[in-house]
């Protein structure tokens, strides 16, 4: 029932590809930040991608030239094409959503496992 919910997390072989999406619900007013974290089994929640409500995106060093962060307004979805999949790679993936709203400024998602084999 998560007002923010991610999906796509797999078990893929090194080289391969996936792609998480991130459904947004229509309750969430004046988002004005979306991203995909990730944390390793023993590490820190670390950001992966983010994108601003005007459409600029930024990455990691580490994903940089292999993830895409992307949204479709129209379905109010997020989405993390993930290319060239390492086994480091291997971690949950969450959305995370900013509002200014006052009501609640910050939204997770309950995670989804990407597991990438060697």
């Known amino acids: 029932q998560g007002e923010v919910v991610e999906s796509g997390g797999g078990l893929v072989q090194s080289g391969g590809s996936l792609r998480l999406s991130c459904a947004v619900s229509?309750?969430?007013?004046?988002?004005?930040?979306m991203g995909w974290y990730r944390q390793a089994a023993g590490n820190q929640r670390e950001l992966v991608a983010q994108?601003?409500?005007?459409?600029?995106?930024q990455y990691s060093d580490s994903v940089k030239g292999r993830f895409t962060i992307s949204r479709d307004n129209a379905k109010n979805t997020m989405y993390l094409q993930m290319n060239s999949l390492k086994p480091e790679d291997t971690a949950v993936y969450y959305c995370?959503?900013?509002?200014?709203?006052?009501?609640?400024?910050?939204?997770w998602g309950q995670g989804t496992q990407v597991t990438v084999s060697s």
């Open positions: 994108i601003t409500n005007g459409g600029s995106t």
């Open positions: 229509r309750n969430i007013f004046s988002i004005y930040l």
């Open positions: 995370n959503v900013k509002s200014s709203a006052a009501s609640r400024l910050v939204y």
